[in-house]
């Protein structure tokens, strides 16, 4: 299924929509890292830039979690609802790429400027609503937030719209829970993204910050976090000796 933006009034359409775009397709990262680099810088560089993962139960449960939604492109449609699956996003303001788990297409009647897109061969307008399917329940911190907005952004850019809200289902609780795309929250994912360029850009791997996190953490075995952080607390004092 193809579908095209509307026309749109540039005053209707907040900043984030305005500003140019300033990476290109060889400074791409995947937009997937967000997630890791919101939750650990480290975790972000040893999957990223020095390419190692571990699967553990978590990680396999989230994969197998996301089967169906990544899925090559496909789309469903259910009365005045359009559901697209895997759609694969980018935007060069952020310079990330990757594939929205799901995004629905809300029919509505009315026309408001920039915020609504016309499907081909329907009639009406539509509302693009991003959709984040993730494993467990809600989390402590921003990860799954800024990786739903990150996803959002991009289809601003792709159709020069304005996206206010999206959701993040739970596997664990099932339940959908609402997430507003504060101007704060896209804030975040501008900071998280040009940190990942930044780390990327200088293929440094930080050292370890021991955090309760790190007990279900996927790359705790190759990251030794207590020993590494033990290590460098010794360097540290020796310092301080000489
Ligand atoms: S074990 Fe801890 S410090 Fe190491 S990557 Fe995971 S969360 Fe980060």
Known sequence: MDFRKTSTDSKN????????????DNDLLMLSGIQHIAFCERQFA??????QWVENLLTVEGHFMHERVDDPFESEI???????RSLPVVSFKLGLY??????ELIKTGKYEKGTVIKIEERDGWWYPVPVEYKRGKPKPDDRDEVQLCAQAMCLEEMYN?????GYI?????RH????????????????????MHELYREGNTPLPVVRKGCRSCSMVDLCMP????RAQSVSDYLKQLC
Do not use: H, M
Request: proline share 0%; hydrophobic share 30%; aromatic share 10%.
């Open 46 to 51: 040893l999957i990223y830039i020095e390419q």
């Open 176 to 195: 959908r829970q609402e997430v507003r795309l504060t101007r704060e929250l896209r804030k975040s994912v501008e900071n998280y993204a040009s940190r």
């Open 161 to 165: 719209i304005l996206i206010n809200v």
């Open 98 to 103: 990757g594939r929205a788990d799901v995004i």
């Open 169 to 173: 289902y739970y596997g664990e609780t």
């Open 78 to 84: 259910r009365n005045d609802r359009v559901i697209l």
């Open 226 to 229: 207590d020993s590494l952080s």
């Open 13 to 24: 359409i907040c900043e984030y929509t305005n500003q140019s775009s300033s990476w290109t």
